[in-house]
């Protein structure tokens, strides 16, 4: 059973491009959680996704950052226009169900925007 | 403000011993509390949860206690091992699941 797999592990960016991060949650795992960490701190908040909806998007900048989770493939994370602030590491987390709060997380995509 | 406090400091302590580390908050009511290791480089995994209505949680060389009225976990490793060494994060959830706030974390090191 293949745990929470993020890609790619590491990106490079340039000003103005688009990342792309991408989430695929444990097998039998409908909610996913975007996580972003800078060197130091702890994890922040960003989003939190069932399949095909947002629940809780409160920890996410209001422009240039969006995130799906589709009905078929991985959860998405999506960062237009990068900037140097946006360099961190972006973990994703998956459980099952909401209440079951033991979270799963993967081994992160870590962004460097140069 | 709400925010939750971890030792920024690294503990340093010898093999066989037992850590303890904490995670304290303020303007906050968590409904959980989890606790996670983080290795470098790597995502965190999960160690233990503890309930707001629960004041103890053991699991193997792990102990968690959870003391609302003095908004404070403890964290306890007994007979700690060099294996054990790594940052040790505190997470706060809320009452509607959507969302765990975390801790900056604590470095632990056991020195064998």
């Known amino acids: 059973n293949a745990g929470v797999m993020q890609n790619p592990r590491h990106l490079v960016r340039r000003r103005g491009q688009e990342a792309r991060l991408r989430c695929s949650p444990m097998k039998g795992h409908s909610h996913v959680y975007w996580y972003r960490q800078l060197p130091e701190e702890g994890l922040k908040f960003m989003v939190y996704?069932?399949?095909?909806?947002?629940?809780?998007e409160s920890g996410m900048p209001k422009e240039r950052f969006s995130a799906e989770f589709p009905k078929e493939g991985p959860s998405i994370l999506r960062i237009q226009q990068v900037v140097r602030g946006d360099s961190a590491a972006y973990f994703c987390?998956?459980?099952?169900?909401?209440?079951?709060?033991?979270?799963?997380f993967g081994q992160g995509t870590r962004l460097t925007v140069v | 403000s709400q925010k939750i406090e971890q030792n920024s400091e690294a503990l340093n302590i010898q093999e066989g011993k037992t850590a303890t580390l904490t995670c304290n908050y303020t303007?906050?009511?968590?409904?959980?509390l989890q606790w996670y290791r983080q290795d470098p480089g790597r995502g965190p995994v999960f160690l233990l949860l503890?309930?707001?209505?629960?004041k103890e949680k053991r699991k193997e060389r792990l102990k968690v206690t959870f003391d609302t009225t003095l908004k404070q976990s403890l964290f306890h490793i007994t007979a700690s091992q060099p294996a054990d060494s790594a940052t040790y994060l505190c997470a706060l959830g809320v009452s509607n699941f959507n969302k765990f706030y975390f801790g900056s974390g604590t470095k632990l090191n056991v020195k064998p």
């Open positions: 987390a998956s459980q099952p169900s909401r209440e079951n709060t033991e979270a799963f």
């Open positions: 503890i309930r707001e209505n629960e």
């Open positions: 996704l069932q399949k095909e909806n947002i629940i809780d």
């Open positions: 303007n906050y009511s968590p409904a959980y």
